[in-house]
């Protein structure tokens, strides 16, 4: 075991549920919430520089996103080399990925062996959720309460609580009455689910949907997918690596790292300068061929850089993509209903999927076109659908569903926890027309609080750990900057956030990304803002951004 950081004292006490206790002890430095990705990193950061620190996790191991989505073939998709922290060179060293795109048992493994190794454990309360979170002017503290009734102090208060991890259930009437059971992809059963000689149906064609049809298919008796919209996805060519493949990578981590950091999505993807339509036809349709067969949406993050700016572009790349997908499907009203049509390509987060088309073509898969019959209710059978012929219905039987139907994105989490700022500020009330924050960390009137991957960062739009990172060092260097300046207090101001979330979305304006409804607009969700959440400047820029800002004596915040 590699030399963990040094142990700091941790305070809590107990209380009842129905009496808000006030802690005895003196605060812990940091509380941190989730201990997936961003709460394991940031942990290790404020222990190594000497902080004390608590990290309160609801699953019963560390994970994040990685313990919650169990489904089968559930995998990454970002290659594997960049999907890792890279905090410490042993670990880089010692660890050996087995794919391409590692299966979730493999990245759960990793992240548990990263929570061992470094000692971390001891300063994770698992099975435990915050509630609530409230700041108090009087002692400049974090009052946060546990569902134990625990009431933990801090100065300083994190979330890590990830951007997809408040799964929704579509609100159709009469799941009470279904007879089978039910299951979402991100609360999966840890004893896995046997679809054996079982009807099955999945709702839902995004990321996870596309993942787990394939697999569904080769063990049930029947499955049913219910398509809402056709997406586009591109083949992930995943495969174990080579010998000699992972030394390589071993050899090369400097080097990825600064190429990472320095590139727009926090991937070893490069956009070409220029416009698609300013080359001749041949060149790009070689450019499309080599990119689809490379595997991955290599097409899209390497390709030119207005694919996503302007629709003329992006029906080049969209075409070509159709024309792939439909050579993969046999039925023609099959194939008609599963080729894409109603958003440009790239405006919904695009997947990646081993067999997903050709999945459609076994005899035991059918696909329900939702825009032609659409969902009346679940029943006591299945899934009652429209058929088109007014005052007609159709029952889909099913023993088994499955829902894989998305999140509340990026806001959802930090929401579900009923935080309160300086002067008894709601967060939910503060942020009911939308997120206001600055550089997607802070937010005004809730001093001496952090969002890992917050609205208003590129988080989503990158290779997650790589954003994770920028995160986790900015607010370790933070909060050494403000122990070395003796300062207590820590916030910004409405009009920095202000400025900073225009800015965020004026950069999606010049995108087709706010044309279309998707998770990254929030319209997913019935009631939700319709406002793009992510800063779409690139992680190399935001990188920059709030270097200069901490080399500016943290610009735009102000201490106490
Ligand atoms: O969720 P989604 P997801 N009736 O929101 C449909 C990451 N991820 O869990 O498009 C019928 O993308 C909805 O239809 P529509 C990744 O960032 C990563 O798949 O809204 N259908 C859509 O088809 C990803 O983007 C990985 O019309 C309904 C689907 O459900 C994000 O997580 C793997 C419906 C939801 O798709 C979310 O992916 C998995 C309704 N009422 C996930 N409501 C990897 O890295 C929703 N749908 C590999």
Not at 28 to 35: E, H, K, N, P, T
Not at 337 to 344: A, E, V
Not at 349 to 364: A, G, I, K, Q, V
């Amino acid at each position: 075991m590699e030399a963990g950081p040094s142990a700091m004292t941790t305070t809590h006490t107990s209380a009842r549920p129905d009496a808000p206790a006030a802690p005895a002890e003196p605060p812990v430095d940091v509380l941190v919430i989730g201990a997936g990705f961003s709460g394991l990193g940031m942990l290790y950061h404020l222990l190594e520089r000497g902080f004390s620190a608590r990290v309160v996790e609801a699953g019963d191991d560390v994970g994040g996103t990685w313990y919650w989505n169990r489904y089968p073939g559930c995998r990454c998709d970002s290659p594997t080399e960049v999907y890792q922290f890279f905090f410490s060179k042993e670990l880089l060293q010692d660890w050996d990925w087995t794919h391409v795109y590692p299966a979730q048992p493999e990245i759960l493994s990793y992240l548990r062996h990263v929570a061992d190794r470094f000692d971390l454990r001891r300063h994770i309360s698992l099975e435990t959720r915050v509630r609530s979170a409230s700041f108090n002017d009087a002692t400049g503290t974090w009052r946060s309460t546990l569902d134990t009734g625990e009431v933990v102090e801090s100065r300083f208060l994190v979330t890590a609580v990830g951007c997809l991890s408040d799964p929704q259930v579509p609100a159709y009437p009469g799941l009470e009455n279904f007879r089978g059971e039910w299951h979402h992809t991100s609360r999966w059963p840890h004893s896995g689910v046997d679809f054996t000689g079982k009807r099955v149906g999945v709702i839902g064609t995004g990321s996870s949907g596309i993942q787990v049809i394939p697999e569904i298919a080769k063990e049930a008796a029947h499955l049913t997918v219910f398509q809402r919209t056709a997406n586009f996805s591109f083949p992930a060519r995943n495969r174990p690596l080579r010998p000699g493949e992972m030394e390589e990578f071993k050899a090369s981590y400097d080097a990825i790292h600064a190429e990472i950091r320095a590139a727009k999505l926090g991937q070893r993807f490069a956009p070409m300068p220029g416009s698609a339509l300013a080359v001749p036809a041949e060149v790009r349709q070689r450019f499309y061929e080599e990119s689809w067969a490379r595997g991955n949406a290599v097409l899209l993050f390497s390709g030119w850089e207005d694919l996503l700016t302007n629709e003329e572009a992006n029906a080049t790349a969209a075409d070509f993509v159709r024309s792939k997908i439909a050579e993969r499907i046999d039925d023609p009203e099959t194939r008609d209903s599963l080729l894409p049509r109603n958003h440009p390509l790239g405006t919904k987060r695009p997947p990646l999927d081993t067999e997903y088309f050709e999945t459609f073509n076994r005899d035991n898969v059918t696909l329900v076109d939702l825009r032609r019959t659409p969902i009346e209710e679940f029943c006591d059978g299945g899934v009652r659908v429209q058929t088109g012929v007014p005052d007609e219905s159709q029952v889909h039987e099913l023993d088994v569903l499955v829902f894989a139907t998305g999140f509340d994105a990026i806001t959802g989490p930090l929401l579900e926890i009923d935080i309160t700022g300086s002067g008894g500020m709601s967060l939910r009330e503060k942020w009911q027309d939308g997120p206001l924050t600055y550089l997607g960390l802070a937010t005004a009137g809730f001093p001496n609080m952090f969002t890992i991957t917050g609205p208003g960062s590129p988080a989503v739009i990158s290779n997650m750990p790589t954003a994770i990172e920028q995160h986790n060092e900015w607010i370790r260097d933070c909060l050494v900057y403000m122990r070395d300046h003796g300062y207590q207090r820590i916030e910004t101001s409405a009009t920095t956030e202000e400025e900073w979330t225009v800015h965020v979305s004026e950069l999606a304006q010049e995108t087709l990304l706010v044309k279309v409804d998707s998770w990254y607009m929030g319209s997913n969700i019935p009631g939700k803002p319709r406002r793009f959440l992510s800063y779409l400047g690139g992680v190399g820029t935001y990188g920059d951004v709030i270097t200069g800002v901490a080399a500016k004596d943290y610009d735009g915040f102000t201490f106490g």
